[in-house]
C-alpha cells in the first residue's frame, strides 16, 4: 500500500511562515489534496489538486509537489490556523490514503 | 447550498452491526459518488470506503471487506453505511464525504458531513 509521512508537530510565531510537508515515492506523479481539521470538527479543504484552493480558502495556503515531496505552506500564519493538517492521494486501484497528520502549533 | 447531514450517535456491544446515514442536499446527486471516513480518538483520518451515487459501484478498503456495505437510496438522497462484526477498535467517528462519481475518481473530499459517534462497549 501507499505510504504517506509527515512531521508529527510544526510550531510557528504569528506571522510566521509554515511548512508541512508530505512524503512519498513518486508523490509528484499524483494529485494531493490537503485538509485542515480543528478540534471536534470535520475537516475542511484547503489546497486540493496539488496547488488550487477551494473558494473561500486564503491565498495564505498554498501548495506544491514534485519528486517525493508535496508541501502546504501557510503564509502570514495566524492563531486561528492552530489545526491538524492531512495530505491525502488516490491509491491507483485501492482507494484515497491520508497521511498521518501534522499538529500546527501557533506560538 | 452543499449539505451531508448524518445521523445521531450509536452505542453498541460487541459483534453488533451500526448503520449511519449521510442525507444530501443542495447539489444534483446522481453526479456524485460519496466516502466514508472515521477517526479513532485522538488518532488520524482513515479511509473505509467509496459509493458512486450514479451506478451504485463501491471501493472499500481492503480492511473492512467482508463487513462493510455502503448502499444508497436515491429518491431521498441518502447514502449509508453499515459496519458488522463491531469491536472496540471500530470506536471512532465517522464522517461522509463528497468526491467524484467514478471508480478511480481523484477528485478531493469537498464537502464533509458533521460526523457521527459510534461507540463499541460492553
Known amino acids: 500500500s501507499y505510504v504517506l509521512t509527515q512531521p508529527p508537530s510544526v510550531s510557528v510565531a504569528p506571522g510566521q511562515t509554515a511548512t508541512i510537508t508530505c512524503g512519498a515515492n513518486d508523490i509528484g506523479r499524483k494529485s494531493v489534496h490537503w485538509y485542515q481539521q480543528k478540534p471536534g470538527q470535520a475537516p475542511v479543504l484547503v489546497v486540493y489538486?496539488?496547488?488550487d484552493r477551494p473558494s473561500g480558502i486564503p491565498d495564505r495556503f498554498s501548495g506544491s509537489n514534485s519528486d517525493n515531496t508535496a508541501t502546504l505552506t501557510i503564509s502570514r500564519v495566524e492563531a486561528g490556523d492552530e489545526a491538524d493538517y492531512y495530505c491525502q492521494v488516490r491509491d491507483s486501484g485501492r482507494g484515497y490514503v491520508f497521511g498521518p497528520g501534522t499538529e500546527v502549533t501557533v506560538l | 447550498q452543499t449539505q451531508l447531514v448524518q445521523s445521531g450517535a450509536e452505542v453498541k456491544r460487541p459483534g453488533a452491526s451500526v448503520k449511519v446515514s449521510c442525507e444530501t442536499s443542495?447539489?444534483?446527486?446522481?453526479?456524485?459518488?460519496v466516502n466514508w471516513v472515521r477517526q479513532a480518538p485522538g488518532q488520524g483520518l482513515e479511509w473505509m470506503g467509496w459509493?458512486?451515487?450514479?451506478?451504485?459501484?463501491?471501493n472499500y478498503a481492503q480492511k473492512f471487506q467482508g463487513r462493510l456495505t455502503m448502499t444508497t437510496d436515491t429518491p431521498t438522497k441518502t447514502v449509508y453505511m453499515e459496519l458488522r462484526s463491531l469491536t472496540s477498535d471500530d470506536t471512532a467517528v465517522y464522517f461522509c464525504?463528497?468526491?467524484?462519481?467514478?471508480?478511480?475518481?481523484?477528485?478531493?473530499?469537498?464537502?464533509w458531513g458533521q460526523g457521527t459517534q459510534v461507540t463499541v462497549a460492553s
Open positions: 489538486d496539488d496547488t
Open positions: 443542495g447539489y444534483s446527486f446522481t453526479f456524485y459518488g
Open positions: 459509493i458512486s451515487s450514479h451506478n451504485g459501484e463501491t
Open positions: 464525504a463528497r468526491s467524484g462519481r467514478t471508480a478511480g475518481t481523484t477528485r478531493p473530499f469537498e464537502f
